[in-house]
């Protein structure tokens, strides 16, 4: 089966590693502070905390920007459930805004039609998460002046966009934001095993995810209620979690950091070379907004399934059949009974769910090859011809 992500791991990487192993300090190093400035200098952004994932990184933001019981968050209905479920860990209450059909990114449109509505009605959210859906960024100069206008906060989850840019500059900058999440997992553009971090420019919101990331706790004397008790002191100031990176994971982050740039780079010839010998097939390639260079993590296509006359799911599992291993991101987080359980239901957000009903990803990695890429490719040809 070709895989439609998998890791690109090196024997560079593999030696970061095993030096960790072989060194004093398996968690709380120095390997975690380097990875972080590596990263935060990479992207432009200010501070930097590496957590153990992107679902760690995406509740301590919400908790930073002080989201909780009686709060909103909205979000895109087509993204991981964890892009939502941070707002439920929160006590919050969740909102989707539904799609834009070209970029299949959060609508700004839609978000302002949705927060004239909220106005009147005393509902605004309190924390917008804007996803970079394959990595193409939000449109985030729109998202801002929105958040200016009805005062509530954005983070960027870029867990799928880490290397990309917009508007020239790296996505991570927080320009547009009061925070960014990257994610490492295996199948994103670099990884950690398990792994995420949150961006930001303030010092203030640094300070307090810093906190939450392990236990609440400080050893920080300008921090504590009153003078240390003697040099073993800490003291517990929040209830905070245990969401720290290990030094073995942050040395493959830092290794793997190396090769970023190359990574997107491949990804975008691979890219190219779809849209070029797709053209002719009865899909509908990724759109690309001239702002913005994808990370590029997915590479979905559309159906157009009145010409191929197969349903969605029979095209599906015919190329799974022929060991092309497609995926589907993502099942609208709006219809995952969960979610229905709340309230939602079938409907409710009619463009992610016409995306859903012929969305396909295709097989897209560093290490694949120009043989793999031509049987994608040349399965595609036999299926939907
Ligand atoms: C992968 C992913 C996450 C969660 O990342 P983890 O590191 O696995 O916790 C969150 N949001 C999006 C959009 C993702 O793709």
Known sequence: ???????????????????????DFLTQ????????????RHVGAAHSLAVNSATSALHIACLALGL??????????????????????????????????????????????????????????????????????????AIAALARRYAFKVIEDASHAIGGKYQGEFIGN???????????????????????????????????MTLLRSHGITRDPAQ???AADGPWYYQQIDLGFNYRMTELQAALGVSQ???????????????????????????????????????????VVRLKLEQIGKSHREVFESLREQGIGVNLHYIPVHTQPYYQSMGFKLGDFPEAERYYAEAISLPMFQTMTRVQQDRVIEVLHEVLC
Not at 29 to 40: K, L, N, T, Y
Not at 84 to 103: E, H, K, M, S
């Open 224 to 226: 504590m209620t009153h």
């Open 1 to 23: 089966m070709i895989p439609y992500g998998r890791q690109d791991i090196t024997q560079i990487d593999i030696d970061a590693v095993v030096e960790v192993l072989q060194s």
């Open 257 to 299: 950091m190396q090769r970023l740039d190359q990574f997107v780079a491949r990804r975008h010839e691979l890219a190219a070379r779809y849209d070029r010998l797709l053209a002719a097939l009865p899909v509908m390639t990724p759109w690309q907004h001239p702002d913005s260079y994808s990370g590029l993590h997915l590479y």
């Open 174 to 208: 927080c320009r547009h934001s009061d925070i960014t999440v990257f994610s490492f997992h295996p199948v994103k553009i670099i990884t950690t095993a398990e792994g995420g971090m949150a961006l930001t420019n303030s010092a203030e919101l640094a300070e307090k």
């Open 68 to 141: 909780g019981e009686g709060d909103c968050l909205w979000t895109s209905p087509i993204t991981f459930v964890a892009s939502a479920n941070c707002a439920l860990y929160c006590g919050a209450q969740v909102d989707f805004v539904d799609i834009d059909p070209r970029t299949y990114n959060l609508c700004p449109s839609a978000l302002e039609r949705k927060l004239q509505v909220a106005e009147r009605e005393g509902t605004l959210p309190k924390v917008l998460i804007a996803v970079h859906l394959c990595g193409q960024p939000c449109d985030m100069q």
């Open 29 to 40: 190093g120095p390997m975690v502070p380097r990875f972080e400035q590596g990263v935060a």
